[in-house]
């Protein structure tokens, strides 16, 4: 693989901003994150490449820390690459990961949408089975799912966790990144694309956000609470970073 020594250029015209900005190699094409940290690290998410480099960190610097980690950084993106073949097709005869399963879709036309699943099949109803219509139904049919269950559930877990009084709201957005996230306001949120996980790892991420009512980081105590309520979940966060591909849609 190829590579030049001469040090990325920069899109930002302040390089000390916090603020994310885009650089390239011929190698790569990543972004970099500039805050108060004193390391720098690369993380490859979704196809895209992040360097997260202190303030005081020149261009240079993080060129030539990006070109040492070239092969590593190549190996990640074909990993993805490999994964994004597993994604779920939504067109009729493709294939889509619910519930642990790999199911073959079906798409029928029906004024009502919802969604049937046989030993082998995922039968999607749905009012347009054409273009987009499939993923607009799938996305009305987890969300109906998601309303359905997952506020009861949090606000149990809540009040059996004494922090119901924390708890403001439980909304639903689809992210590309997160499937769940909570404020300091005691607003949780969900990606709806959950429902699409077995049922016992949408109770972990319950757990895990409900958890964070009462320690808002990833300490050690934040970890014991989730154990309490869920023994297993190093089982379920595993599950997630092996399978958490073939849900995006």
Known sequence: MTHSNQPPKALTAHPQDAAAKVATTPVVEYQVVRSRRKTMVIHVRHEKVEVRAPLFVSEREIGRFVDSHREW?????????????????????????YKGRTLRVRLLRATRESIETTESEFVLFCRDPSGAGPGRAL???????AQAVLPARTRALADYLGVGDKLREVVFRKTKTKWGHCTSSGRIQFNWLIMLAPDAIVDYMICHEVSHLRVMNHSAQFWALVASVCPDYRTYVKWLRKHEHRLWL
Do not use: E, T, V
């Open 139 to 145: 996305q009305r049919c987890l969300l109906a799912q």
């Open 73 to 97: 950084i190549q190996r990640q993106l074909n990993r993805k690459a490999q994964q994004d073949a597993q994604r779920l097709d939504l067109s009729d005869g493709g294939s889509i990961f």
